[in-house]
């Protein structure tokens, strides 16, 4: 660390980290991007250049030895990071890691083991739950301004036209519109409600024989008898918002990912909409984490946070894979 910044290297070159992460970083007052790495130094170079980020690695493992290098920025394809979480950890960097987290609660385990090992933070990057919407549809709902939750109802989707060489169209590197996308679904259900899930109940369908799925729809429980419906797709127009239904109303969010979108309460005739504006959600994450790594403060959403969003993907990918209603397995995290 200098002059009170956190110094990052970004793990890949993927669209995430560069549309999104380089930018908050580059508005951020304790966060600086100085390296970034690829498998091809070619690549890495040419990125380096494009956003201004000083070093460049041909290799992960020689940005992983940069002693000028505090944490790490692991935007890899999800079957990828649990490999390179753990060797950043044992090099001694703070991680934070695109979601999901992992593809299994073992690997999570282990990513959040090598953390707590080597002394270094640890978080999953899900944005969305910093935005305004989503938090005060959370406080609305535990105040009981719609009654009692009977039901939540996500949909995250979108239409890939071009699906040649695309990661989420990988089997082997763990894609699928599950893990990209009904991840997100799966997460906001859970916070706005602030439980744990216990039984999944999934379906599948792969509309090209990719080998993953192409559109998910999913069923979770959750222990007082609230019941989520999530919808993810890879095939439809974009559509990402969430609905939570009560006995006395239903809440609104028609754009998850917009980070000032309205958020919509309908209680009897009364319609009301909320602007409910939020600074950049990249930014707001990459402040809180470098914060904690600066201070020592705990991390708002810790890691096992996101072992406890894996544990629903996990069940309900199984639950479609076995044709099962699948129970979740449990942890200790709470919200």
């Not at 109802?153 to 590197?173: C, H, M, Y």
């Not at 979770?220 to 609905?243: K, W």
């Not at 072992?307 to 993907?313: H, I, P, R």
Request: contains cysteine.
């Amino acid at each position: 660390m200098t002059n009170g910044s956190v110094r990052y290297g970004i793990i890949s070159t993927a669209n995430i980290a560069l549309k999104s992460h380089i930018p908050a970083a580059h508005e951020s007052l304790n966060s600086d991007i100085l390296a970034i790495s690829s498998r091809s130094e070619a690549k890495a170079k040419l990125v380096a250049e494009e956003h201004h980020i000083p070093t460049w690695y041909g290799t992960y493992e020689d940005l992983l030895v940069d002693p000028n290098i505090d944490a790490v920025i692991n935007a890899l394809p999800n079957s990828m990071h649990c490999e390179w979480t753990v060797k950043a950890a044992e090099a001694g960097k703070h991680i934070l890691c695109e979601k999901p987290l992992a593809v299994t609660t073992d690997e999570a385990r282990k990513m959040i083991d090598a953390a707590n090992q080597n002394g270094v933070v640890l978080v999953e990057a899900f944005t969305h739950r910093w935005n305004n919407h989503l938090r005060s549809a959370r406080k609305l709902i535990a105040e009981g301004a719609i009654g009692r939750l009977t039901n939540l109802q996500s949909i995250v989707a979108w239409n890939i036209t071009e699906r040649e060489g695309d990661i989420r169209f990988s089997p082997e590197l763990a894609g699928g519109i599950m893990m990209d996308g009904g991840c997100y679904g799966v997460y906001a259900c859970r916070f706005v409600l602030g439980k744990e899930p216990i039984k999944a109940s999934g379906f599948a369908y792969d509309s090209g024989s990719y080998g993953v799925d192409t559109t998910f729809d999913g069923l979770i429980e959750f222990p007082d008898g609230e019941i989520a419906y999530i919808h993810s797709s890879m095939d439809e127009p974009t559509n990402v918002s969430l609905t939570a239904i009560g006995t006395e109303g239903i809440i609104e969010i028609p754009e998850i990912f917009n980070d000032s979108g309205p958020l919509v309460i309908k209680t009897g005739d009364e319609e009301i909409i909320e602007a409910v504006p939020t600074p950049s959600r990249y930014l707001a994450q990459i402040n809180e984490f470098s914060e904690c790594i600066l201070t020592g403060k705990a991390p708002e959403f810790p890691a096992e946070d996101g072992l406890a969003n894996t544990a629903a993907l996990v069940a309900l990918l199984s639950s479609a894979r076995n044709k099962t209603v699948e129970d979740i397995e449990q942890t200790d995290y709470q919200f």
